[in-house]
């Protein structure tokens, strides 16, 4: 079946960058996405890419897709202490009201 | 717009009550989503809806019921609480266009005694 797998813990300091992984299973993902989620919150979507895509760039996120080996990274360039988060990785199949999930990088920004 | 809400924030149940977790959303999405994130486990899906009247089962809907009555509301029902049901719910609609973004409700902490 679908799986998705990541890395439990990332520590950075802060200004570093930060590359967070994960790798899927389903060869039919259509959309891969990054959530966010604050501690006492829901999850908020960060990023996304369509799985046509290798890279995407949003300021200060970098999206790599290698369909190939089935895996994705986050890159946060000038990680900040407001980055420390729990980042979940998710992939969709054809039916995009199911998110497969990864279990969360937990990110911790250190001075 | 409110987004997606859910109620109560925090709760406790002894072993064997029962109880309905609520969620509203004021988006006009179709599809609505709930899941339950357990430590190390991120995510997992227990049941979903793509409609009103319209529910189907996810990854654990064992011990859970969902009806969908209207479009804006999604209730979750445990039906006589175990301690294995303590976790996080999170309620979730989803957009209607690319990337069909999940919108997440604050979530509701349930300990199961």
């Known amino acids: 079946g679908e799986d998705v797998e990541q890395s439990l813990f990332l520590s950075v300091r802060e200004g570093d960058s930060s590359v967070i992984n994960c790798t899927y299973t389903d060869s039919s993902s259509t959309y891969l996405y990054w959530y966010k989620q604050e501690p006492g919150a829901g999850l908020q979507l960060l990023t996304y890419?369509?799985?046509?895509?290798d890279m995407k760039q949003d300021q200060r996120l970098t999206v790599l897709l290698n369909k190939k080996d089935k895996h994705l990274s986050l890159r946060i360039a000038d990680t900040q202490t407001g980055d420390s988060a729990i980042y979940f990785c998710a992939e969709t199949p054809v039916d995009y009201n199911k998110l497969i999930f990864g279990a969360g990088t937990r990110l911790a920004v250190h001075p | 717009n409110a987004g997606v809400t859910q109620t109560p924030k925090f709760q406790v149940l002894k072993t064997g009550q029962s109880m309905t977790l609520q969620c509203a959303q004021d988006m006009n999405h179709e599809y609505m989503s709930w899941y339950r994130q357990d430590p190390g486990m991120g995510l997992r899906l227990i049941h979903y809806?793509?409609?009103?009247?319209?529910?189907d089962q996810g990854e654990v809907p064992n011990g859970y019921n969902v009806s969908r009555s209207t479009t804006e509301d999604f209730p979750l029902r445990l039906l006589s609480a175990a301690p294995s049901q303590t976790s996080v719910y999170f309620c979730?609609?989803?957009?209607?266009?690319?990337?069909?973004?999940?919108?997440f409700g604050p979530g509701t902490r349930l300990t199961v005694t």
């Open positions: 809806s793509v409609g009103a009247g319209i529910t």
């Open positions: 979730a609609s989803t957009g209607r266009t690319a990337p069909y973004e999940q919108y």
């Open positions: 890419i369509f799985s046509n895509m």
